[in-house]
């Protein structure tokens, strides 16, 4: 059972990698286009690993960097309460980000998602956004900048740049 939730675990989280670095074009606004389908991937996967958790009664690691996570997401909730012109989006993103992050902790201190497999998924949005650079260089593909020749998946080259930077040093680890 547990070789089977890592799996799911596993995919779900390659198929988040997938969604935040390729453009679905799914949605009307292209600002959501992007993200939105990763990050209702990425809450797929906190629903699945929390369920789970609580279905095992699987022990919960509380630890400072958990507690300092869960006061500011119980922050960002009251906040957007108290607030009455709070953005959605960014705090829909934040919320979903926080809980990622809490889910991803409990996921590592339980053994079934490993580090190896969240490098494998930012090597996997590597190797897509280095697909895309080559295929923008070789003009088979547009970029999605006209002031830029090169740009990724992105409309700015800073994303792609930032990527490569992230993954350096786990080539070098390899």
Not at 44 to 61: D, E, I, P, Q, R
Not at 86 to 106: C, D, H, I, P, R
Request: aromatic content about 12%; glycine content about 6%; charged content about 5%.
């Amino acid at each position: 059972m547990k070789t089977v939730l890592s799996s799911i675990y596993t995919v779900l989280w390659w198929l988040a990698c997938v969604l935040l670095t390729i453009d679905t074009g799914c949605f009307i606004y292209p600002s959501l286009s992007q993200t939105l389908t990763g990050y209702l991937c990425i809450l797929l996967l906190c629903v699945v690993g929390w369920v789970h958790g609580v279905f095992t009664k699987a022990h919960v690691s509380l630890n400072m960097g958990t507690c300092l996570l869960l006061c500011w997401l119980i922050y960002l909730c009251f906040h957007a309460r108290l607030i009455a012109d709070a953005e959605v989006y960014k705090l829909s993103y934040m919320v979903s980000g926080l809980l990622f992050t809490l889910t991803l902790s409990q996921l590592l201190h339980r053994g079934t998602l490993t580090f190896s497999k969240l490098e494998n998924g930012f090597l996997l949005m590597l190797i897509l956004q280095l697909m895309c650079l080559l295929l923008q260089m070789t003009g088979v593909m547009s970029s999605y900048n006209s002031y830029f020749p090169l740009t990724g998946f992105s409309d700015n080259p800073n994303a792609t740049a930032m990527m490569i930077a992230v993954c350096i040093p786990l080539i070098y680890d390899r």
